[in-house]
Nanobody, 120 residues
């Protein structure tokens, strides 16, 4: 059974930093894309950043402040968030598009979500 487990959320003051980590576990043949999404209260879930191979994609609102990295051997993805703003407050979800063992196609898997609150 494939699982994504996140860690690292919490409360931080504006201008502060947080690091989110996500680890995939279970019987996995290959992970294609790993990324982070967020959902603020009353809003739709949106892509924050993703990484596949050596390429990264990030939302315009976080460019220059957030960075994403990945460790393929450990099946982990990390989101380093700097210069946090109140508008970054949301539940952050880890996502992976991967091929489980025995499966014929790639599927999207999600973590349980971790709260990030930016407030003074």
């Amino acid at each position: 059974q494939v699982q994504l487990v996140e860690s690292g959320g919490g409360l931080v003051q504006p201008g502060g930093s947080l690091t989110l980590s996500c680890a995939a576990s279970g019987s996995i043949v290959y992970i294609n894309i790993m990324g982070w999404y967020r959902q603020a209260q009353g809003k739709q879930r949106e892509l924050v950043a993703s990484i596949t191979g050596g390429q990264t994609t990030s939302a315009d609102s976080v460019k220059g402040r957030f960075s994403i990295s990945r460790d393929n051997a450990k099946k982990t993805v990390t989101l380093q968030m700097n210069s946090l703003r109140p508008e970054d407050t949301a539940v952050y979800y880890c996502n992976a598009r991967l091929l489980p063992s025995g499966a014929a196609r790639y599927s999207d898997f999600w973590g349980q979500g971790t709260q990030v609150t930016v407030s003074s």
